[in-house]
């Protein structure tokens, strides 16, 4: 980042905080040269993800394909959106953070099942269900009972 006083390349960051609505950062920045103080807006880039389905095609990963599929188990259960929401935004963190561009869709929905375990169980159990495809009742009781057991 150049600085306009004096064109020096070096500035070290002094303060950063997000813009409000969309993906800028806003920083204070300090000249390593001239010591004056300048600001930037940054755009925090985001690589796409890819998720690689279970029969090995890839696709996008998409928020609101999670979100929806949060949403539905979430139907008529005592959580907030604003829960949910956080549920997502935690996971894509989550994703990002692990560094890789290309995830499989069983990590996201584990995640996702981690963040519901918590949040609401009957939620917890619709999006297992549906995520894990269970076989039949059996699987699915077993599923029911490690919950239980974990309590
Ligand atoms: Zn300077």
């Known amino acids: 980042m150049k600085c306009p006083f004096c064109g020096c390349e070096d500035s070290k960051v002094v303060d950063s905080r997000p813009v409000e609505e969309g993906n800028r950062i806003r920083r204070r920045r300090e000249c390593i ?3 004056k103080r300048f600001t930037t807006y940054e ?3 985001s690589a796409p993800i890819m998720v690689i389905k279970k029969d090995n095609s890839r696709e996008l990963f998409n928020r609101d394909k999670l979100l929806n ?3 539905r188990s979430c139907e008529k259960r005592p959580v907030s959106l604003n829960e ?3 549920a997502v935004s935690e996971i894509e963190q989550q994703i990002e953070n692990s560094l890789n561009r290309e995830v499989t869709s069983t990590y996201i929905g584990e995640l ?3 963040k519901l375990k918590n949040l609401d169980e009957v ?3 619709r999006f297992a269900s549906v995520y894990r495809q269970f076989k ?3 699987t699915f009781m ?3 009972k490690k919950l239980l057991n974990e309590k």
């Open 123 to 125: 939620a917890y159990v």
């Open 33 to 35: 040269t001239c010591l």
């Open 43 to 45: 755009i925090i880039e």
């Open 136 to 138: 039949d009742i059996n």
């Open 69 to 71: 599929g949060i949403m």
């Open 84 to 86: 949910i929401e956080n």
């Open 142 to 144: 077993d599923e029911l």
């Open 112 to 114: 996702a099942m981690d």
